[in-house]
């Protein structure tokens, strides 16, 4: 105790608002290396996907092409729906709906590409024709390739 | 404690019967609670075990089948009861001063049973699950800068994956309970505090007849309804046990009977009418989707909002948007499901209310009690 404050007496008022100063910081100091660690924490990593170019659809002859007339093949963690709509001639897009991201379907009989969520519709160009979604489909490039054994193969790569 | 139980009272009028909506909310809570602790010990949170270890509660965990469908009835039967119960204190205008703070737990109370019902939904990894989370949690990105953050935070990464299941069960089983126990408790401190309010159109009768002793006469009255929904809720599990489904495909189209959970229901349907396109950088989508946050902000702050009530003891114009709003609700529901049996529902709740309250005034008038 400095020789200047004697019992009873108030403690010199500078060093009082150092004290509080350094109570206060010390204590947001604490709270913050609680909550900036934990806000991390709940905020999700970045995972890492492999880079996807160009997927193999299958024949085109897939009996699921001829049957629905279309199919949902992995592009790297993305559904991509490639569509047939002539013997050689197909079209793919996302298959994620640009409305609320539920997977889209295609309906032959009235060729059109339909999200059973909301109802969206999207033609064969993948533009909106009916239905809530705000953008048309995100096109992927796709073309046919002959295979071993003469089977034609369908492969979608990125636009 | 005791003391105070012994003193307390509740009116007696001949709207009495609202006041078991509340209790009756909080029996099924206690259900939940006691069955989602039993389905812990089996369920695995991860998209490749999820849907197998459900199937394992329903085909080879003795009774599981009952234990999950008591569950799942249980919880459709609680937010339906809070539905009435929220209802019920807005129309007889129950949020006057001094229960605004009572309000505004209890409809923070009932965001949070919204958030089981959606979190839960998820957790059998089923079809229709996966594609309501996908959406559901799709909603928040329409919103302006924070959007893209949110559904992140809510689904753990860009997409609906095992990352999204074990965040949704760590809600399920452990934030929102937790939340829930502080704003129940608060609750329900409150309304044993302030007591009940009486509608203002009841209150000379309430003035001129004996209040009701809480303990026993009220708690056993009340006891008495919970053994009857525990009859229903048994029943309703046992000859109907919830579907499970098909597992979700991540890489498969949505079916063509998707629908979310019937509370949902109307917002679903308000999505599906609105139109594509964009006004001002902000998609069409977005309206409704501000719209609801915004009416759930209103509905939050009522209490502040109603002067009428505090003047002049009636508010017809918050009555009629009440109206309105049930109305909406009930005719969207009942449209998304092509069914009139929502609104059946709403009617037969009423009549159960109405005969209800009429057996009560019947037997108060005949001297008992």
Request: glycine share 8%; with cysteine; proline share 7%.
């Amino acid at each position: 105790m400095p020789a200047d404050v004697t019992p009873g007496t108030i403690p010199d008022p500078d060093r009082r608002r150092l004290l509080n100063w350094f109570l206060g910081t010390s204590f947001g100091a604490l709270l913050a290396s609680i909550v900036y660690p934990v806000a991390r924490f709940l905020n999700p990593p970045e995972v890492e996907t492999a880079a996807t170019n160009e997927v193999d659809a299958g024949a085109a002859n897939d009996p699921e092409f001829v049957a629905k007339g279309y199919k949902i093949v992995r592009f790297g963690s993305e559904p991509v729906i490639v569509v047939r709509v002539g013997e050689t001639d197909f079209r793919a897009f996302s298959a994620v709906c640009t409305h609320l991201a539920c997977i889209v379907e295609y309906l032959k009989a009235n060729q059109i590409i339909h999200c059973n969520c909301h109802n969206a519709q999207f033609n064969l160009q993948g533009q909106v024709v009916g239905g809530p979604p705000p953008k048309p489909l995100p096109p992927f490039g796709v073309h046919v390739v002959a295979g071993a054994e003469g089977s034609a193969r369908v492969i979608v790569s990125r636009s | 404690m005791l003391e105070f139980a012994r003193h307390k009272t509740v009116p007696v009028h001949r709207y009495a019967a609202i006041y078991y909506f509340g209790g009756m909310t909080l029996f099924f809570f206690v259900v939940q609670v006691l069955t989602g602790i039993l389905l812990m010990l089996y369920y695995r949170p991860t998209a490749t075990e999820a849907f197998e270890s459900v199937e394992l509660i329903m085909t080879n965990v003795s009774f599981g089948w009952l234990i999950r469908s008591l569950h799942s009835w249980s919880a459709n039967l609680m937010i339906f009861f809070a539905f009435l119960h929220l209802a019920s204190v807005y129309f007889t205008k129950a949020y006057r001063p001094p229960r605004e703070l009572t309000w505004v737990t209890g409809c923070v109370a009932f965001f949070l049973a919204l958030g089981f019902g959606f979190s839960g939904y998820l957790l059998p990894w089923n079809e229709l699950a996966f594609f309501a989370t996908r959406v559901g949690t799709q909603i928040p990105s329409t919103i302006p800068v924070v959007g893209e953050w949110i559904m992140r935070f809510l689904r753990g990464g860009e997409r609906v994956t095992t990352a999204t299941v074990s965040r949704f069960y760590g809600w399920h089983v452990a934030i929102l309970p937790a939340l829930m126990v502080v704003v129940l408790g608060l609750h329900l401190l409150l309304v044993q505090l302030l007591g009940m309010s009486v509608p203002p159109p009841a209150a000379d009768e309430a003035r001129r007849r004996r209040p009701m002793p809480f303990f026993p006469h009220y708690a056993l009255r009340d006891f008495l309804g919970w053994l009857v929904a525990l009859g229903v809720l048994a029943a309703l599990a046992a000859l109907f046990p919830w579907e499970l489904g098909e597992k979700a495909d991540a890489f498969a189209p949505a079916p063509p009977d998707i629908r979310p959970e019937w509370y949902f229901m109307f917002m679903f349907e308000t999505l599906k009418v609105m139109p594509g396109g964009s006004i001002g950088g902000l998609e069409y989508e977005a309206i409704p989707i501000l719209g609801f946050g915004l009416a759930a902000l209103l509905l939050l702050l009522v209490p502040f909002l109603d002067r009428g009530v505090v003047r002049r003891g009636r508010s017809p114009v918050f009555t009629a948007v009440g109206v309105v709003a049930v109305v909406y609700m009930v005719a969207l529901t009942a449209w998304g499901y092509r069914s009139l049996a929502p609104v059946y529902a709403v009617l037969g709740a009423g009549i159960l209310v109405w005969l209800f309250a009429w057996a009560i005034e019947r037997h108060e008038n005949g001297g008992g009690g």
